[in-house]
């Protein structure tokens, strides 16, 4: 899913959520012919109707009013915040990035293809009522909404952004009908402060929210282990009819907001295993891959998500290659600096299985333990 129209989701220059990012990604993908292995295509931004399947209506009225006149913007709905600084046109470009996710949703769920990619979305904080960190309206819930407009039972997301998926969650809390499974760098130590264990749902949504707040400092063999103590088991489990996953590259050990240490290579890595997870429990395969969070916006956020499009488009990017003498070029031009010559960072990530055995000292097995025994006796499962 692509439309040049969504890199005017802008929120100025000394903010970093810089649109270059967006622009680079898509050139990335040109200069490797993957757009020759893939069909680019643009959908309509998303109308009110659509808007309204997850917010509310003042909500709605208030962006386009801060949309029109950003002067207007005084903090109301989180709007003309630090995080959330309003824009002339920041109704228009957060819809069209919406209307991306939920086109997408709509052309895996109605079979115009297994897969689909929209890297310009993951805006998963915003809230019902309210933008928040750095998210106006929320597409991921807006495409999982849409999925069940349609006539799905059964949606599972996947989220593996540094920060909470706290919008995803708070938008299905109460419905059983779609899972959340959100890793993140713990809430102490990292905005949105919310992502605890012990957040499972409730009423009937009760064990449909996953939580799995990693310590500080988490790195490639942890970030792995992590996942894949937890989603595997869970989706095999839930037997989902779609599959949508937010890949914030954020979680990378050069990013300037957060405190992990993962590589592009395990970024990569986990990459690779939604797409063989949709295709081993998902109906029909259907995966709708959305991008995120990701504030090193020349050396990782393009790389990431360059891997997300050709591992979603059955066409893999060998991590040794070099990166295409053209695409350094247009980065020297947009940005001045130097681009990475290799799509890998040289790692070679690997992680211990969960049934391999507990280490009840380690932090990091002391937070995948704490989740599967909030969850997993929820949903059946032995923890």
């Not at 904080?125 to 799905?152: Q, T």
């Not at 059964?154 to 109460?174: I, L, S, T």
């Not at 979680?251 to 300037?256: I, K, L, V």
């Not at 290799?342 to 990530?349: K, N």
Request: hydrophobic content about 40%; some cysteine; glycine content about 10%.
């Amino acid at each position: 899913m692509w439309d040049d129209a969504v890199t005017g989701y802008d929120f100025g220059s000394s903010h970093p959520m810089d649109p270059v990012r967006l622009a680079l990604t898509r050139e990335l993908v040109r200069a490797y012919g993957l757009d020759r292995e893939v069909d680019v295509v643009s959908a309509p931004p998303a109308g009110g109707s659509t808007l309204r399947l997850v917010h509310h209506e003042a909500y709605i009225d208030a962006v386009r009013r801060c949309s029109a006149d950003p002067r207007s913007a005084d903090g109301s709905y989180g709007i003309g915040t630090v995080d959330d600084p309003a824009f002339a046109g920041m109704h228009e470009a957060s819809a069209l990035i919406a209307g991306q996710s939920v086109g997408a949703a709509e052309a895996v769920w109605r079979g115009a293809t297994k897969h689909a990619v929209n890297f310009a979305g993951g805006l998963h904080h915003a809230m019902p009522g309210s933008a928040s960190g750095f998210c106006i309206y929320n597409d991921a819930s807006l495409a999982i909404a849409r999925l069940l407009e349609l006539g799905a039972e059964r949606v599972a997301y996947v989220d593996v952004d540094v920060h909470h998926g706290d919008g995803v969650q708070a938008a299905f809390w109460d419905d059983p009908r779609v899972l959340t499974i959100s890793l993140h760098e713990h809430p102490r130590t990292l905005f949105p402060q919310t992502g605890w264990p012990e957040e499972t749902g409730e009423g009937a949504g009760e064990g449909s929210a996953v939580n799995l707040p990693l310590p500080a400092g988490t790195g490639d063999e942890g970030w792995l282990r992590a996942f894949h103590s937890v989603v595997p088991e869970l989706l095999a489990d839930f037997r989902p009819q779609a599959l949508v996953t937010q890949h914030g590259a954020d979680t990378h050990f050069e990013d300037p907001l957060a405190h992990l240490a993962v590589s592009l290579d395990a970024q990569r890595a986990v990459q690779a295993s939604c797409h063989e997870l949709a295709h081993e429990y998902v109906d029909g395969g259907r995966w709708v891959a959305l991008g995120g969070g990701g504030y090193s916006v020349v050396d990782v956020v393009p790389r990431s998500w360059t891997h997300l499009v050709s591992i979603a488009a059955h066409a893999p990017i060998d991590p040794e290659s070099a990166v295409p003498e053209e695409w350094r070029e247009e980065v020297y031009a947009r940005t001045r600096e130097s681009a990475p010559r290799r799509m890998t960072d040289g790692r070679t990530p690997n992680w211990q299985a969960w049934d391999a055995g507990y280490d009840p000292a380690d932090r990091l097995d002391q937070a995948i333990l704490a989740t599967r025994r909030a969850v997993f006796p929820l949903r059946g499962l032995l923890a």
